[in-house]
C-alpha cells in the first residue's frame, strides 16, 4: 500500500492532513494504541525537523506499507534559485552557527547543505563521517534513493559509533552514543536513511511494526 503525496511546508501547512493519514494507516494495518502512538511520533518527529531547515523548499510526504514494514517518506526540494542557495549555505557553513545537538539535529543540516548546493554540502563528510559514504556501498538499489549523490545511515551511524566508543575510546563518540540514547525517532525507528541529490533531499524512516 501506498498513500497519496501530500504537499508539506515549513509553515505547518499538510502536517495535520498528514496526521491525520498516518492515523488512518495505523487503524487500517491494525496497530495497538502503543505502536499507533509510535508512529504518529515518527511523523511528528520528521515535521518537527523540517521546521527547522532555514530557508524556502517544498515537501511531499507519504506512506508505503507492506505486512507492518512502514516507510514514512519525505522528500524536500529547494525553491531558492542557486546564487541564493549558495548564499544560504555560506552563512550556515561559516562555523559561527551553533553545533547541532542531537540526531535530528544532525539529520537537519544533512538535508539543508543537501538542498542549498549538494557538491558543497560534502563538507559535511568531515564532520559526519561516520555513516555518510557513496550510496554505491549500501547496496539498496530499490528503495527510492538509488540516484542519490550519497546517503546517510542511522543504523550505519550506530555501528560506526559503537566501533568507536570501543576501540578508541573517544569522548566525542560517548557523546554522539548519548545523543542516540536520547533521541525519540532514533529509539522507536529501526532506520533512517537521508539520500542528497542535486538540489533534493529525502528522509525515510522504515519502522516493522509487530
Given at each position: 500500500m501506498?498513500?497519496?503525496k501530500i504537499k508539506i511546508s515549513k509553515d505547518g501547512q499538510g502536517m495535520d492532513e498528514a496526521l491525520k493519514m498516518a492515523d488512518h494507516i495505523?487503524?487500517?494495518?491494525r496497530l495497538s494504541p502503543k505502536n499507533t502512538f509510535h508512529f504518529r511520533l515518527l511523523a511528528e518527529e520528521m515535521f518537527s525537523?523540517?521546521?527547522?531547515?532555514?530557508g524556502e523548499f517544498s515537501a511531499d510526504f507519504w506512506i508505503?506499507?507492506?505486512?507492518?514494514?512502514?516507510?514514512?517518506?519525505?522528500?524536500a526540494?529547494?525553491?531558492l534559485d542557486y546564487e541564493k542557495r549558495h548564499e544560504l549555505l555560506s552563512v550556515s557553513t561559516t562555523g559561527e552557527n551553533i553545533a547541532p545537538r542531537g540526531i535530528m539535529e544532525k539529520i537537519r543540516e544533512i538535508i539543508q547543505a543537501g538542498l542549498y548546493h549538494a557538491e558543497e554540502s560534502f563538507e559535511l563528510q568531515a564532520q559526519y563521517g561516520a555513516g555518510m559514504f557513496p550510496y554505491g556501498a549500501l547496496g539498496m538499489i530499490d528503495d527510492g534513493m538509488s540516484d542519490a549523490v550519497y546517503a546517510w545511515s542511522m543504523q550505519k551511524y550506530k555501528d560506526e559509533v559503537e566501533a568507536e566508543r570501543k576501540d578508541n575510546d573517544n569522548p566525542a563518540?560517548?557523546?554522539?552514543?548519548?545523543?542516540?540514547?536520547?533521541?525519540?525517532?532514533a529509539n522507536i525507528a529501526d532506520e533512517i536513511r537521508v539520500?542528497?541529490?542535486?538540489d533534493s533531499a529525502e528522509l525515510i524512516v522504515l519502522k516493522k511494526f509487530n
Open positions: 501506498k498513500t497519496d495505523a487503524v487500517l494495518i525537523m523540517l521546521k527547522a531547515i532555514t508505503e506499507e507492506n505486512d507492518r514494514n512502514c516507510a514514512l517518506h519525505l522528500v526540494k529547494s525553491d563518540a560517548e557523546e554522539a552514543w548519548d545523543e542516540l540514547e536520547k533521541s525519540i525517532i539520500g542528497v541529490r542535486k
